[in-house]
């Protein structure tokens, strides 16, 4: 709790900064910087020929894989309401609520660096895809930029309202689908690469201790970052062999525990305490996880990319499904409204658009409110 309000304060001050210098910036301007209540925008205009470049240059292959896009949206709005609307209702009926929606934040939620690089990658895919098809469908853009909401990075590209709202349905629907198809395929083209590229040339090393249970027997011994590599003259390489070494043992059993610590063999003997989950098994209360080296050396090179890529993977996965949420403004609601608006009548359409906006934000509060326990403990 006094790390989260050291992080407040420190947010709070960089936007009270902000604020403070925000005279030397005129509001309304097409280029440039606007701050506003914790939203920070910057607008420019230097990249909009090169977006016009690509999807003009490209227009057919553009349309197709737009056109797909269109396909895949449909289907990934379903798959993700199905979701949600099933962990919501487990948990409605359940004690123990599992969170259908995490929080993606880098450095607390997620890790800090490999967090960031993945949202940039996340951004500029969602954005640049937008662009392009849009492009493609002559439809005229009026800047590209980036965001701050808090402090929640984002991009942008902002297309003519106006010229959009007159085109039709299918330029339409193609522009708003291809944000979440970008997203995808940039997570495919990573999980592709992590499997067949980086996968065979790294290996398990032991089990890393990622943190520590507050009233468990290990708080004594081990810190974070130790790496365990066997226990009771057992080698242990992945987490695996750890789970089934202690899934063996009795509470009060002592076991002897082998780790490096900062590139340094030690030894332990730990007395086990009992499992919250079963009082007769042994407890050492850690949270492991898998340590990995590089069998080709160079890990400062090939353990980084490793996480990024993963990271990479996760994130345009996670959050460009989720892009297909039906309800406004997402990209899944605005395929939903103009997709009702083109074959209901007007009232009928809203009714329905008004109807998944409600049903979601409940869904999405169900879901989001044991990611919100957990952070806030």
Same mark, same amino acid.
């Given at each position: 709790m006094v790390n989260l309000i050291t992080v407040?304060?420190? #947010?709070? =001050?960089?936007?009270?900064?902000?604020y403070l210098i925000r005279g030397a910036y005129k509001e309304g301007k097409e280029e440039g910087l606007q701050i506003d209540f914790f939203v920070a925008l910057w607008r420019t205009k230097r990249f909009v020929d090169f977006i016009d470049r690509v999807?003009?240059?490209?227009?057919?292959?553009w349309k197709g894989y737009s056109t797909l896009a269109i396909g895949l949206g449909f289907v990934g709005m379903a798959y993700v309401f199905y979701t949600l609307f099933t962990l919501a209702l487990q948990n409605l009926r359940t004690k123990v609520a599992t969170p259908g929606?995490?929080?993606v934040i880098p450095g607390v939620t997620i890790p800090l660096w490999y967090g960031l690089i993945g949202l940039i990658v996340v951004m500029f895919v969602h954005e640049l895809s937008h662009g392009f098809v849009a492009r493609a469908e002559n439809l005229p853009l009026k800047s590209v930029g980036l965001v701050l909401f808090f402090v #929640?990075? =984002?991009?942008?590209v902002e297309p003519d309202e106006e010229a959009l709202n007159k085109a039709p349905l299918l330029s339409r629907l193609r522009v708003y689908a291809a944000g979440s198809m970008g997203n995808i395929v940039t997570a495919i083209v990573a999980l592709l690469l992590l499997s067949f590229v980086l996968t065979p040339i790294i290996q398990p090393a032991g089990v890393e201790v990622s943190n520590l249970a507050e009233n468990g027997p290990a708080r004594d011994y081990l810190q974070k970052g130790d790496i365990i590599i066997g226990i009771n003259g057992h080698e242990i390489k992945a987490v695996e062999e750890f789970f089934d070494i202690m899934n063996k043992t009795s509470a009060g059993e002592i076991i002897e525990v082998e780790l490096l610590r900062n590139g340094n063999r030690l030894k332990f003997s730990i007395p086990l305490g009992s499992h919250p989950d079963n009082p007769e098994k042994g407890y050492l209360g850690v949270y492991p996880a898998q340590h990995i080296i590089s069998k080709v050396g160079f890990d400062n090179i090939v353990l980084p990319v490793s996480f990024s890529l993963y990271w990479v993977y996760m994130l345009n996965l996670g959050i460009g499904l989720m892009n297909l949420f039906p309800i406004v403004p997402l990209d899944g609601g605005k395929i939903l409204d103009d997709s009702l608006k083109a074959f209901l009548p007007s009232k009928v359409a809203k009714?329905?658009?008004?109807?998944?906006?409600?049903?979601?934000?409940?869904?999405?509060?169900?879901?989001l409110f044991p990611a919100l326990k957990g952070l806030l403990g």
């Open positions: 407040l304060a420190v #947010i709070v =001050g960089f936007w009270g900064i902000l999807g003009t240059r490209f227009r057919n292959f929606v995490q929080l #929640i990075p =984002g991009a942008f009714s329905i658009t008004y109807l998944f906006i409600g049903i979601g934000i409940f869904l999405l509060a169900v879901n």
